[in-house]
Antibody, heavy 125, light 110 residues
Framework: QVQLVESGGGVVQPGRSLRLSCAASGFTFSSYGMHWVRQAPGKGLEWVTL????????YYVDSVKGRFTISRDNSQNTLYLQVNSLRAEDTAVYYCAKDRGAARPGYRQYGMDVWGQGTTVTVSS | QSVLTQPPSASGTPGQRVTISCSGSSSNIGSNTVNWYQQLPGTAPKLLIYSNSQRPSGVPDRFSGSKSGASASLAISGLQPEDEADYYCAAWDDNLKCWVFGGGTKLTVL
């Protein structure tokens, strides 16, 4: 079955960096776009970033542009999120999620179907 | 302030029918399909409805979705205690070039 397992979260000081990982299994990873979505404590879902199946196209929410970088290794079935210059407002559970399609530009965007269990990032001094 | 607007709360008694609305604009719901997600307490979100009205395998047919113009709705019929959860709508926004979520609706089964 499709499975996504995030790791890499933790407690980090403001201004520092982390790299989140998401190990995928049970599907052809290289055929699907992948997302990161976060949820601050007691708040709703906030979409963060999307990468297309081939890694050539990336999209970000404005609040993380220039600080977060999404990437993928299709040979290792792994999705990454490099988070730099962390702020208190980045404190959240970070979920990786599989897209229903390839997520390439110019084509219909399908959105998230399967989600991981999340990894918690806490930014605090 | 979320791009998509949902009521913060909804409620119903077991067996009742409840609807949750999601209002957007021409750049998101008006020109793209809508997905709905269910998040049970302490768990990851789960896809409930995709492409406005399609149910993934395993989702009971008590859950249905619809879309008209720049608005969408999720209906839950035959409400059950286990339906108590947060529900989110989502759509791609052509102008922002990003996915947008509603603020979420907390459903209480009385």
């Amino acid at each position: 079955q499709v499975q996504l397992v995030e790791s890499g979260g933790g407690v980090v000081q403001p201004g520092r960096s982390l790299r989140l990982s998401c190990a995928a299994s049970g599907f052809t990873f290289s055929s699907y776009g992948m997302h990161w979505v976060r949820q601050a404590p007691g708040k709703g879902l906030e979409w963060v970033t999307l990468i297309s199946d081939d890694g050539n196209n990336k999209y970000y929410v404005d609040s993380v542009k220039g600080r977060f970088t999404i990437s993928r290794d299709n040979s290792q079935n792994t999705l990454y999120l490099q988070v730099n210059s962390l702020r208190a407002e980045d404190t959240a559970v970070y979920y990786c999620a599989k897209d229903r399609g390839a997520a390439r530009p110019g084509y219909r965007q399908y959105g998230m179907d399967v989600w991981g269990q999340g990894t918690t990032v806490t930014v605090s001094s | 302030q979320s791009v998509l607007t949902q009521p913060p709360s909804a409620s119903g008694t077991p067996g009742q029918r409840v609807t949750i609305s999601c209002s957007g604009s021409s750049s998101n719901i008006g020109s793209n399909t809508v997905n709905w997600y269910q998040q049970l307490p302490g768990t990851a979100p789960k896809l409930l409805i995709y492409s406005n009205s399609q149910r993934p395998s395993g989702v009971p047919d008590r859950f249905s979705g619809s879309k008209s113009g720049a608005s969408a709705s999720l209906a839950i019929s035959g409400l059950q205690p286990e339906d108590e959860a947060d529900y989110y709508c989502a759509a791609w926004d052509d102008n922002l070039k990003c996915w947008v979520f509603g603020g979420g609706t907390k459903l209480t089964v009385l």
